[in-house]
Each structure stands twice: as structure tokens, then as C-alpha cells.
């Protein structure tokens, strides 16, 4: 029995909490706020980020950093822009060759870096992984049916991941591609503002499965040219992702997408939302990659353009549908 300590009472970090202790671990849930600590412990419930998902009452519920102390394993569940301040404050607390797990999707704006690369600047003498995949908390936390991905360049690190989350209702693959799992994970979350800003200005399925179909095409290529393996994004944490994101009503970059193409400017979209939509914090990152290794994203240019250019819905898509012919498989 491992213990484990979640940095995060989020949506995603309290149903992995719950599903740690479902697969017989000691688990720490770790709070930014004393309040939501007190609030969780109280009701054994996070009623503002998971409603109607119970917490176990073995579950530790804390705000206090040094109580991870006590972990073999951290992970942390924090939104992208926030890992490296979370990482760095946590440092101290984590042991020699610990396992440290991210599971946030997202980039570094800036540095354009992958959120486990950030985590090894700030926590050199960890072991890094990353649990991605179609994941959606609301289902993990009522112990729905769910595949994802254990990465990490440490086989045995990914294996230790594995038997620690894994239960009959929570299978875990294993995958040494950490480049293309963190990416998948990462930029299927812009496709998913585009499919959702296409449904809210009145577009059909069409519209949406070829966003989906060439937003895959456009992160397999970037995947691959920055060392990824093409077939990861075939997988749970590519395509997988991909369609969970895309579709359901439980996505957060959906949802923004879909007032977005209703009209709602983008702050009154995140207001209504009332979560981290990490689509918009990291689509800058994405087109500076793009720019930076030469790779055609002609939908990631225009999200861009809908988020920080004012551009109309509408015309986007327009302005995809009108570029010049060329072959589907030989370049887009």
C-alpha cells in the first residue's frame, strides 16, 4: 500500500484522490485554500469542483505543505500556468527518485516547455511521469469505466504508476513516448474550442468531424517533428482524447468553445465556464511551436485568431474552408 499525495482540490485532483483510495492507497489531498480543506473535510464532498462525488473519510484533506512529507508519490494536479511555482514550493518535501506525476494538459507559455520537463527544472532529483488520456472527472469520480496512459521514460516508474491507480473501473495503460502523450494531451484542447466554437455558431457534425480529423493531423505533425511517435497519437491520449474533449458537455474547452461561437467575448465565456479552460491558456503556446518548428496548423492559427484577434467565428471557418487544394495525406 502506497500512500500518495494529490496537489490539487480541483475537479481532476479530487476524483484522482478518490480513485487512489479506490485502488487501496493512503491518500493525501492537498488544498491551496484552507477554506476548501475545511469545506471538503466538513462534507466529504467538494461540492464547488466535484458535487455528488464522495470522499472517503480515510482520505487526508490538508493545506499544509509539509504533509506530503509522508508520500511516496506526488501528484500534482494543478492548472499548467501554475506547476512550476507548484513544483518549486514542493521541492523540498520530495525524497530522492520519487515519483512525481503530472496530470495537468497543457504547455509552459514562454519557455514552451512540457509541464514534466518543468517539473524536472524545479525538482532535479524526482522521477518524472505523466497520466493522461479521455478522462473526464465527473466519470472517474463515479468509478465510470475509464482507459488512460501511465508516460514516463522510466519504464519501472510507469509500471509503479500503473499497479498504484489501476482498479476494475480504471484501466491503466504504459507508453515511454512522453513527448507524444503530454502533446495530445495538450493540444486536443484547442481542436475542442474550435468543434465547440463551430457548434455554438450553428455548424453541424461535418464541421466537427473535420476539425476533429485535420485537428489530429495538425497535432501528429508538430507531435512528430518535436520526437514523438506517430502511433501514441492513435492511442488513448491522442485520438482518445481527442474525441472525449471534442464531444461531451463535460468539457470545459467545449463548452468555452461554444460561447465563444455564440458571441460571448472570451472573459465572459471563462466567467460562465467557471474553471480553467487550459485550450486558451495554452494556444499561443501551440502557434509558437508551430512557428517554431515549421509545422502547418492552419486551425490552431485560426483559434488563435477567434481568442486574441477578435476574428469571427464564421469567417474562421470560411477562411479553413477556402485555402488552397492540396492532398490529404501527403501534406496538408
Known sequence: MKTVAVIGSGSWGTALAVQLKRAGNNVILWSFKEEEAQAILADRENKEFLPGVKIDSDITVTCKDEDVTWADMLVFSTPSKFVRNMAKRFAPYVK??????????????????????????????????????????????????????????????????????????????TNTDVIGVELGGALKNLIALAAGAADGCGFGDNTKAALMTRGLAEITRLGVAMGGKKETFAGLTGIGDLIVTCTSMHSRNRRAGILLGKGKTLQEALDEVHMVVEGVINAKAAYDLSKKYSIEMPITNEINNVLYNGKNVKQAVYDLMTRDKVDEIDKD
Open 96 to 173: 530522492e527518485n520519487e515519483i512525481v506525476v503530472n496530470v495537468a494538459k497543457g504547455l509552459e507559455e514562454g519557455t514552451l516547455l512540457r509541464l514534466s520537463q518543468v517539473i524536472k527544472e524545479e525538482i532535479p532529483q524526482c522521477r518524472t511521469a505523466v497520466l493522461s488520456g479521455p478522462s473526464h472527472a465527473e466519470e472517474v469520480g463515479k468509478d465510470m469505466a475509464t482507459a488512460i496512459v501511465a508516460a514516463s521514460e522510466d519504464t519501472d516508474a510507469a509500471a509503479e504508476i500503473q499497479d498504484t491507480f489501476m482498479s476494475p473501473m480504471f484501466r491503466v495503460y
